[in-house]
């Protein structure tokens, strides 16, 4: 069904030749001896796994979906699923970038990223739950006391228990500040908690043994809204002293969703019933914990849609290059077929060339974003961990919802190369179109994600994080302003710096005057500031190809011809979105909600 080939190539390229990630981690002790060997072998194992054992599973695993016992409150995942899960465990995948005292392997952020794309490119449903897991570790390892992460974070950690974040319940998504559940402080300090959860991927599964479910929750006279919100750790089975599984908790499935795609994970309406949990942080302090697992969830449905966009594009390029129907415009390709491969037409080039300068761009954005984590989080210099943090917390909204925008628009793409046949199941084209759709949605909608980037991110602190990484994308434009080779990256990603300081400004201004244009500007002004980041990144990988076009290597050529593709028929979307984000709140508000 289809195919699925690791880009290891590019993902060599953006690591090594873009990032310098070897010279990068020689500034971090924690990995001053992880080299490009080393990486390198991690990327083709990788592969292996990715490409051999997930991919086959994926679209019969979309076919099969998984299945609810009512009479047990118990899911099973689709065929070879578990399976799959125990040989990921053997391997050690779950550890990659865990610490070592936990029984990690130590690994750097940025080298589990180029993973994290090659698990959901071969299996998106499948990769949410060992991905839920690193965000239930992530937030204990920050958060947890010393009792719970010697409890817990060796089996997330292993791989053997599995976790989920129990946020959203029927009356509120978004706002989490209506939430409902409560928790019941007892005397031995664990607290029961009684409420109901909907929506939560990996909710119950057959894969491993525990789950491991971090819950919002309110506790006694706590404050209304969102200031009230404590997060505890509410396993499915309660760990014995010992480390063995005891008593079952009273948290429990009570149906999985029918969704449009990713049908080979369960996403569950959870119940509690007086479950026992035990509080992450302090009390009504629990969003500021949950932030943690938020954040790397919004980082890893980015990751999702770039996955999606590469085996979409690999796809559809097999085909385009198979698929023989009409005549190339410009006279006969293939003479000796009935008709020429599709490939020779330009529109369908110009959709595999959208599909493809999507994927590269968010492979060198993810990569990036995640060589900041690593930076944040292990470089001696506390000024360089601060600067990595806000330009980390800047990025992460923009990889949500930029990635997942244009992975809708890839995926569509990609479909449609295939004419009749894309929406055809057998072809397993439609699945990644529908599965890419549910990505602009959850883990906070991206319109959510705009107004974050917009309202919090650029003008809590009057564009400070902003004008920090402008100011990169300027010292790069006045470096390289003189090349003329580099003219045609150079100049519009330096128009297109200044255009966004100023629609900045502007909105900004507006939006002291009224706070509806905010809201009015957030979703054109997230994507203007998607493509200004593309255009940077774009433009440095093409500064290398261009060095190296003559190399005898046709991946630089074919990397210069992508960026050139780019800047030529996807950048300029930001003249449009530019004239909307400015267009104001009145031509949205001014009709009366009964008249619409």
């Not at 969003?287 to 969830?297: D, G, H, I, R």
């Not at 006279?331 to 599909?355: C, F, N, S, W, Y």
């Given at each position: 069904m289809g195919q699925y080939v690791a880009p290891i190539r590019d993902m060599q390229f953006v690591l090594h030749e873009f990032l310098n990630v070897s010279d990068e981690l020689k500034q971090l002790p924690k990995f001053e001896d992880v080299d490009a060997d080393i990486i390198n072998q991690v990327l083709e194992e990788g592969a292996k796994f990715t490409q051999d054992v997930l991919f086959p599973l994926n679209h019969s695993g979309d076919r099969e979906g998984c299945h609810y016992d009512a009479a047990t409150k118990s899911v099973t995942t689709p065929k070879g699923f578990k399976e799959a899960y125990k040989q990921y465990v053997e391997g050690g995948w779950a550890a990659l970038a865990c610490d070592p005292e936990y029984g990690g392997?130590?690994?750097?952020?940025?080298?589990?990223?180029?993973?994290?794309?090659?698990?959901?490119?071969?299996?998106?449903?499948?990769?949410?739950?060992?991905?839920?897991?690193?965000?239930?570790?992530?937030?204990?390892?920050?958060?947890?006391?010393?009792?719970?992460?010697?409890?817990?974070?060796?089996?997330?950690?292993?791989?053997?228990?599995?976790?989920?974040?129990?946020?959203?319940?029927?009356?509120?998504?978004?706002?989490?500040?209506?939430?409902?559940?409560?928790?019941?402080?007892?005397?031995?300090?664990?607290?029961?908690?009684?409420?109901?959860?909907?929506?939560?991927?990996?909710?119950?599964?057959?894969?491993?043994?525990?789950?491991?479910?971090?819950?919002?929750?309110?506790?006694?006279?706590?404050?209304?809204?969102?200031?009230?919100?404590?997060?505890?750790?509410?396993?499915?089975?309660?760990?014995?002293?010992?480390?063995?599984?005891?008593?079952?908790?009273?948290?429990?499935?009570?149906?999985?969703?029918?969704?449009?795609?990713?049908?080979?994970?369960?996403?569950?309406?959870?119940?509690?019933?007086?479950?026992?949990?035990?509080?992450?942080?302090?009390?009504?302090?629990?969003?500021?914990?949950?932030?943690?697992?938020?954040?790397?969830?919004?980082?890893?449905?980015?990751?999702?849609?770039?996955?999606?966009?590469?085996?979409?594009?690999?796809?559809?390029?097999?085909?385009?290059?198979?698929?023989?129907?009409?005549?190339?415009?410009?006279?006969?390709?293939?003479?000796?077929?009935?008709?020429?491969?599709?490939?020779?037409?330009?529109?369908?080039?110009?959709?595999?060339?959208?599909?493809?300068?999507?994927?590269?761009?968010?492979?060198?954005f993810t990569s990036y974003a995640a060589l900041q984590i690593d930076r944040e989080l292990h470089h001696p210099d506390e000024e360089v961990r601060k600067d990595a943090a806000d330009e980390v917390a800047l990025l992460t909204p923009i990889i949500k919802a930029f990635i997942t925008d244009n992975g809708w628009i890839a995926t569509s793409e990609a479909m449609q190369v295939y004419g009749g046949h894309g929406y055809i199941s057998e072809w397993g084209m439609e699945q990644y179109v529908r599965d890419a759709r549910i990505n602009l949605i959850y883990e906070g909608t991206n319109t959510i994600q705009s107004l974050d980037l917009l309202g919090r991110k650029v003008l809590m602190d009057n564009g400070a994080k902003l004008r920090k990484f402008g100011e990169k994308i300027k010292n790069f434009v006045e470096e390289n302003g003189t090349d003329e080779a580099l003219s045609e990256f150079i100049t519009p990603l330096g128009d297109l710096g200044d255009k966004v300081t100023k629609l900045t400004m502007e909105i900004g201004m507006k939006a002291f005057q009224n706070p509806d244009e905010v809201g009015a500007a957030a979703v054109p002004y997230l994507r203007v500031v998607g493509h200004l980041i593309y255009s940077y990144f774009f433009a440095q990988m093409a500064k290398i190809a261009l060095a190296k076009q003559d190399s005898g290597d046709n991946f630089y050529k074919a990397k210069l011809a992508t960026a050139r593709f780019y800047f030529a028929r996807l950048q300029p979307e930001t003249a449009m979105l530019i004239r909307q984000a400015r267009s104001g709140s009145a031509n949205l508000m001014a009709l009366d909600a009964d008249l619409f």
């Open positions: 392997q130590g690994l750097p952020v940025v080298l589990n990223n180029s993973f994290y794309e090659m698990l959901n490119s071969s299996n998106q449903a499948w990769s949410m739950y060992p991905g839920l897991s690193h965000g239930a570790y992530e937030c204990l390892l920050e958060h947890g006391t010393d009792e719970q992460k010697k409890t817990y974070l060796p089996k997330l950690v292993s791989g053997e228990w599995t976790g989920t974040m129990c946020l959203t319940e029927s009356h509120c998504g978004t706002d989490l500040g209506m939430l409902r559940s409560k928790a019941l402080p007892q005397d031995d300090g664990s607290w029961l908690i009684t409420g109901s959860k909907i929506f939560i991927s990996a909710g119950e599964h057959d894969v491993a043994e525990n789950i491991l479910h971090l819950v919002l929750a309110r506790v006694p006279d706590a404050p209304e809204g969102s200031k009230g919100i404590s997060l505890f750790l509410v396993p499915k089975f309660l760990p014995n002293a010992d480390g063995t599984l005891g008593e079952r908790n009273p948290i429990f499935c009570g149906a999985i969703e029918e969704k449009m795609g990713i049908h080979g994970n369960s996403t569950c309406q959870m119940n509690l019933d007086g479950a026992r949990g035990w509080i992450i942080g302090q009390p009504n302090k629990g969003l500021n914990a949950m932030f943690v697992f938020m954040n790397a969830a919004r980082l890893g449905v980015g990751m999702q849609s770039l996955g999606l966009t590469e085996v979409a594009y690999q796809n559809a390029l097999v085909y385009a290059k198979d698929r023989i129907q009409m005549r190339s415009l410009s006279g006969v390709k293939a003479p000796e077929k009935q008709a020429d491969p599709i490939i020779v037409h330009a529109d369908v080039r110009r959709m595999l060339l959208t599909a493809k300068a999507y994927a590269e761009g968010a492979r060198a």
